[in-house]
């Protein structure tokens, strides 16, 4: 069992930053893929970018490549996502993800088993 709490949300500016965080209970975090998704008003949950359990694959959207990257931080239990030159369309719900299997863009998002509780980003024009 795999909990992930977010942090790091909050209101920027147009072509403002953040960084996103997500810390993991347990002891096996190291085997796990963790991944950032996110959903908008009236729109359904969309991949954003995922980190294999290695740390040595890295897949993105197209629509954040070059401005969004994740990164992961075992001994912290933490994958963080920096994003940069953030436009309106990102402001969403971002939720943090896990799982034992590796994902990437074509992600069948009902089979990721572990879910955070999701941070809001708001980016006002």
């Known amino acids: 069992q795999v909990q992930l709490v977010e942090s790091g949300g909050g209101l920027v500016q147009h072509g403002g930053s953040l960084r996103l965080s997500c810390e993991a209970s347990g002891r096996t975090f190291g085997r796990f893929a963790m991944g950032w998704f996110r959903q908008a008003p009236g729109k359904e949950r969309e991949f954003v970018t995922s980190?294999?359990?290695?740390?040595?694959?890295?897949y993105y959207a197209d629509s954040v490549k070059g401005r969004f990257t994740i990164s992961r931080d075992d001994t912290k239990n933490t994958v963080y996502l920096q994003m940069n030159s953030l436009t309106p369309e990102d402001t969403a719900v971002y939720y943090c993800a896990a799982d034992k299997a590796p994902f990437g863009r074509t992600v069948i998002i009902g089979k990721i088993n572990y879910w955070g509780q999701g941070t809001q980003v708001t980016v006002s024009s």
């Open positions: 980190i294999s359990n290695s740390g040595t694959s890295k």
